[in-house]
């Protein structure tokens, strides 16, 4: 996903996955930090005037009814208890998480990974015929015949400015004929911007290894004084022998919902854009996977079944909000119950391409996925119409594909961010729901880093301090609308396995008007004042007690409930200018 940060992953590839990566989120609240370290006086202005200490939320504060209580959550917990008590579902959903990668040993997962019953594990054959040799969990088509994998790739920014060097060289611009100098002058602005990018991410780098240095000490006494991983503010006052500057940094950053881990993370991102993110001479994806991404009619013969990859922080995430056992009083809690998910990896550090966008797609549906959880996105789509193609080709499945807004603030009815549901020339895909964050606050409602639109963001769901599966039998939180669109895909994943009978346009009818309103209330976001339909379609959070309960209406069943919600009219999309493209 290119650009969109979060600090709880801080940054993966900066422009690339919505939350982990998280480009500029997770930047943007460093750069006070990094800011101080370029100073003599390291951190003396944070130890002067610390920030104000982050408001500590229960984990599964989402799953709240905020109705009954002060979190603004999906009401999932009430409606296990009200609605499901005593009862089974109908079927199991699989959900598609593509993203950068699962980790399929989670304890935490187990009995909710989807397996190919076709496929014989490790023979080296593709037993099912289906194009993927020993597709067992799902594929990764940013790994290489040799069983590695893409860590890092460029941005789609980089990857055009280098096509346009091998058309243009280092030819001058009175060299080239009038016709082309219009397209000339967006390579030279790419040049600069990539260069310009680049030179930011090495200065940035020193700063960044000392913050490390500090926080790294600082949060190893801490964990070592209180015996325990998951270290809060209250704990810096327990740990002795900490400075001033370093009660100041492990109180900058808990502030910011982020520990030494996410300052190694965003430290790795740095040096990723510097390597290959902006580097337009990155050649590792033709090293290690060998194919051409920009031949769209390829859809399989690359990749490898390493669905975990690299790094799967962000995709193990995603996954255990959606699946996480419910019932082992351990670790995370899932959405939903009767679900399996199928791990499709095609998110780097950096931004997908637009032919393993398509081609995950196509292997989603393909092999059985009834929805998709797409959490990336990036600001260029020369390949849209493969990938318009392969959402068609999901719409005419009856499969629902959920995705992330962004994390950019802005508002994506004039800015594109891609994938989208909006087709090349003109259409429109029904079966999408695009997704933005919300917080815990309910005063402060949209997320501060959530990209909005009052045509294209169809709903909201929480997306701050989503509590959550991580690689290596581990939990934390990170934000970003990369967690609220798996929220989503949970109740989607919920109400599909009660009532099975509802089509994909049903489904998509049930979860936007079952949608939590808050009327008679304003919010401010991006310089923009206004209810909740100015920022979104529904004007609404995602609420599974109620979806469950117009499922259970529309699918003849009595209610156990008699309370109702209005759905909100639908807005009409109107025309925006659309981000470049190439067709091809």
Same mark, same amino acid.
């Given at each position: 996903m290119a650009p969109t940060y979060e600090i709880a992953s801080l940054l993966r590839g900066a422009r690339t996955r919505f939350v982990i990566a998280i480009p500029l989120y997770p930047v943007l609240r460093f750069m006070p930090l990094l800011a101080s370290l370029r100073g003599a006086a390291l951190l003396a202005s944070l130890a002067v005037a610390a920030p104000a200490v982050a408001q500590s939320v229960p984990h599964g504060w989402h799953l709240m009814d905020g109705t009954t209580s002060n979190y603004p959550g999906i009401a999932a917990?009430?409606?296990?208890?009200?609605?499901?008590?005593?009862?089974? !579902?109908?079927?199991? &959903?699989?959900?598609?998480?593509? =993203?950068?990668? @699962?980790?399929?040993?989670?304890?935490?997962?187990?009995?909710?990974?989807?397996?190919?019953?076709?496929?014989?594990a490790g023979n080296g054959v593709d037993?099912?015929?289906?194009?993927?040799?020993?597709?067992?969990?799902?594929?990764?088509?940013?790994?290489? *015949?040799?069983?590695?994998?893409?860590?890092?790739?460029?941005?789609?920014?980089?990857?055009?400015?280098?096509?346009?060097? %091998?058309?243009?060289?280092?030819?001058?611009r009175d060299q080239i004929p009038e016709a082309e100098r219009a397209e000339f002058d967006r390579y030279q602005e790419l040049l600069r911007e990539t260069a310009q990018e680049r030179n930011e991410?090495?200065?940035?780098i !020193?700063?960044?290894?000392?913050?490390?240095?500090? #926080?790294?000490e600082a949060f190893n006494r801490l964990r070592q004084a209180v015996g325990r991983d998951d270290v809060t503010v209250a704990d810096i006052s327990r740990t002795p022998g900490l400075s001033s500057q370093q009660q100041s940094i492990v109180r900058y950053l808990l502030d910011q919902h982020a520990t030494d881990r996410d300052i190694q993370e965003y430290l790795d991102g740095l040096r990723g854009k510097v390597d290959c993110g902006y580097n337009l001479d990155c050649r590792d994806r033709a090293i290690i996977v060998g194919d051409n991404p920009d031949d769209y009619s390829q859809r399989n013969g690359y990749g490898n079944n390493d669905v975990a990859g690299p790094d799967a922080s962000h995709g193990t995430h995603v996954a255990g909000i959606i699946a996480a056992l419910r019932d082992n009083n351990v670790g995370a809690v899932g959405v939903a119950d009767a679900v399996r998910i199928m791990a499709v990896r095609a998110v780097p550090n950096g931004d997908e391409t637009d032919k393993d966008v398509a081609n995950a797609i196509r292997y989603a549906v393909d092999n059985g996925a009834n929805i998709i959880n797409m959490s990336f996105g990036k600001g260029l789509s020369p390949g849209k119409a493969?990938?318009?193609?392969?959402?068609?080709?999901?719409?005419?499945?009856? @499969?629902?594909? @959920?995705?992330?807004?962004?994390?950019?603030?802005?508002? &994506? =009815?004039?800015?594109?961010?891609?994938?989208?549901?909006?087709?090349?020339?003109?259409?429109?895909? #029904?079966?999408?729901?695009?997704?933005?964050?919300?917080?815990?606050?309910?005063?402060?409602?949209?997320?501060?880093?959530?990209?909005?639109?009052k045509a294209d963001v169809d709903v909201f769901a929480p997306g701050v301090d989503i509590y959550s599966t991580l690689p290596g039998n581990t939990y934390g939180p990170q934000q970003g609308t990369s967690m609220a669109a798996p929220v989503v895909s949970g109740v989607a994943a919920l109400v599909w396995?009660?009532?099975?009978?509802?089509?994909?346009?049903?489904?998509?009818?049930?979860?936007? %008007?079952?949608?939590?309103?808050? !009327?008679?209330?304003?919010?401010?976001?991006? =310089? &923009?004042?206004?209810?909740?339909?100015?920022?979104?379609?529904?004007?609404?959070?995602?609420?599974?007690?109620?979806?469950?309960?117009?499922? #259970?209406?529309?699918?003849?069943?009595?209610?156990?409930?008699?309370?109702?919600?209005?759905?909100? !009219?639908?807005?009409?999309?109107?025309?925006? *200018?659309?981000?470049?493209?190439r067709r091809n």
């Amino acid at each position: 996903m290119a650009p969109t940060y979060e600090i709880a992953s801080l940054l993966r590839g900066a422009r690339t996955r919505f939350v982990i990566a998280i480009p500029l989120y997770p930047v943007l609240r460093f750069m006070p930090l990094l800011a101080s370290l370029r100073g003599a006086a390291l951190l003396a202005s944070l130890a002067v005037a610390a920030p104000a200490v982050a408001q500590s939320v229960p984990h599964g504060w989402h799953l709240m009814d905020g109705t009954t209580s002060n979190y603004p959550g999906i009401a999932a917990t009430r409606a296990y208890t009200e609605l499901l008590a005593g009862r089974q !579902p109908a079927r199991t &959903v699989v959900v598609a998480v593509i =993203d950068g990668g @699962v980790d399929i040993q989670h304890p935490d997962l187990q009995g909710r990974l989807w397996t190919n019953p076709r496929e014989v594990a490790g023979n080296g054959v593709d037993d099912d015929g289906n194009g993927f040799v020993d597709d067992v969990y799902g594929w990764n088509f940013l790994g290489g *015949p040799n069983g590695r994998s893409v860590n890092y790739e460029t941005y789609e920014s980089t990857r055009e400015a280098a096509r346009l060097r %091998a058309r243009f060289g280092t030819r001058s611009r009175d060299q080239i004929p009038e016709a082309e100098r219009a397209e000339f002058d967006r390579y030279q602005e790419l040049l600069r911007e990539t260069a310009q990018e680049r030179n930011e991410a090495r200065r940035e780098i !020193p700063q960044a290894e000392q913050m490390l240095t500090i #926080a790294r000490e600082a949060f190893n006494r801490l964990r070592q004084a209180v015996g325990r991983d998951d270290v809060t503010v209250a704990d810096i006052s327990r740990t002795p022998g900490l400075s001033s500057q370093q009660q100041s940094i492990v109180r900058y950053l808990l502030d910011q919902h982020a520990t030494d881990r996410d300052i190694q993370e965003y430290l790795d991102g740095l040096r990723g854009k510097v390597d290959c993110g902006y580097n337009l001479d990155c050649r590792d994806r033709a090293i290690i996977v060998g194919d051409n991404p920009d031949d769209y009619s390829q859809r399989n013969g690359y990749g490898n079944n390493d669905v975990a990859g690299p790094d799967a922080s962000h995709g193990t995430h995603v996954a255990g909000i959606i699946a996480a056992l419910r019932d082992n009083n351990v670790g995370a809690v899932g959405v939903a119950d009767a679900v399996r998910i199928m791990a499709v990896r095609a998110v780097p550090n950096g931004d997908e391409t637009d032919k393993d966008v398509a081609n995950a797609i196509r292997y989603a549906v393909d092999n059985g996925a009834n929805i998709i959880n797409m959490s990336f996105g990036k600001g260029l789509s020369p390949g849209k119409a493969a990938v318009d193609e392969a959402v068609r080709y999901a719409a005419s499945r009856g @499969v629902l594909i @959920v995705h992330a807004a962004g994390n950019e603030g802005k508002n &994506v =009815d004039t800015e594109a961010n891609f994938p989208e549901a909006s087709f090349l020339g003109s259409g429109r895909a #029904a079966n999408w729901i695009e997704v933005g964050a919300t917080s815990h606050d309910t005063r402060d409602l949209i997320a501060d880093f959530s990209n909005y639109g009052k045509a294209d963001v169809d709903v909201f769901a929480p997306g701050v301090d989503i509590y959550s599966t991580l690689p290596g039998n581990t939990y934390g939180p990170q934000q970003g609308t990369s967690m609220a669109a798996p929220v989503v895909s949970g109740v989607a994943a919920l109400v599909w396995s009660y009532y099975p009978t509802l089509t994909v346009d049903q489904l998509r009818t049930v979860l936007l %008007a079952s949608a939590r309103r808050f !009327p008679n209330m304003t919010f401010t976001h991006d =310089d &923009v004042r206004g209810p909740l339909t100015s920022f979104s379609v529904t004007g609404g959070v995602v609420n599974a007690y109620e979806a469950l309960r117009q499922a #259970a209406a529309l699918a003849a069943e009595t209610p156990r409930s008699s309370t109702t919600q209005t759905p909100a !009219p639908r807005t009409t999309r109107p025309s925006r *200018p659309r981000a470049r493209t190439r067709r091809n």
